[in-house]
T-cell receptor
Framework: GAVVSQHPSWVICKSGTSVKIECRSLDFQATTMFWYRQFPKQSLMLMATSNEGSKATYEQGVEKDKFLINHASLTLSTLTVTSAHPEDSSFYIC???????????FGSGTQLSVL | AQSVTQLGSHVSVSEGALVLLRCNYSSSVPPYLFWYVQYPNQGLQLLLKYTSAATLVKGINGFEAEFKKSETSFHLTKPSAHMSDAAEYFCAVWGTGNQFYFGTGTSLTVIP
């Protein structure tokens, strides 16, 4: 079964609304969670890295007030796209890992479409 | 900062021919290195990973990769391409700074 559960798998929302995406590690405690976005026929772009109990580290060019990341426990991280606009439409993927134990697993992704 | 470079955004091989997808990393300390495959409209599938054990790593579907510190490379190979190998391939690095970055990807086409 899936080690990392990501929900929802797809979501359609109206422009201006906020959308929350959940990423849960099911079989292990993830000290680190990563969030990516992927445009069609492009690579995965790292948005932010979050360690449990501390603030996320955002990559250059990623608006932290736009993409809110919470990693309150070792098994759950959430990405909230605030005031979504059509240009936020993309495929978002999370991963959960523990580098010291050489564990890293990806969620199945969320396709966000903003109308 | 650690990063990976994939040479060749598109690679075409004939069915049965050798597959070679190139990946070079930049890091003063050998990082963990990964190869993933992504089929159209699907998620990522791990092919193999290097985490400082054996330098020749064997993965699924007949793929393997060799970590070469002197060349800062982690090229992916398969002796004989199958039609089902046509997909997008991503090299990735997990550095000591704990960020996990993907390369730009290589699209593999297999010609019958």
């Amino acid at each position: 079964g899936a080690v990392v559960s990501q929900h929802p798998s797809w979501v359609i929302c109206k422009s201006g609304t906020s959308v929350k995406i959940e990423c849960r590690s099911l079989d292990f405690q993830a000290t680190t969670m990563f969030w990516y976005r992927q445009f069609p026929k492009q690579s995965l772009m790292l948005m932010a890295t979050s360690n449990e109990g501390s603030k996320a580290t955002y990559e250059q060019g990623v608006e932290k007030d736009k993409f809110l990341i919470n990693h309150a426990s070792l098994t759950l991280s959430t990405l909230t796209v605030t005031s979504a606009h059509p240009e936020d439409s993309s495929f978002y993927i999370c991963s959960a890992g523990d580098r010291a134990r050489e564990k890293l697993f990806f969620g199945s992704g969320t396709q966000l479409s903003v109308l | 900062a650690q990063s990976v470079t994939q040479l060749g955004s598109h690679v075409s091989v004939s069915e049965g021919a050798l597959v070679l997808l190139r990946c070079n990393y930049s890091s003063s300390v050998p990082p963990y290195l990964f190869w993933y495959v992504q089929y159209p409209n699907q998620g990522l599938q791990l092919l193999l990973k290097y985490t400082s054990a054996a330098t020749l790593v064997k993965g699924i579907n007949g793929f393997e990769a060799e970590f070469k510190k002197s060349e800062t490379s982690f090229h992916l190979t398969k002796p004989s391409a199958h039609m089902s190998d046509a997909a997008e391939y991503f090299c990735a690095v997990w550095g000591t700074g704990n960020q996990f970055y993907f390369g730009t990807g290589t699209s593999l086409t297999v010609i019958p």
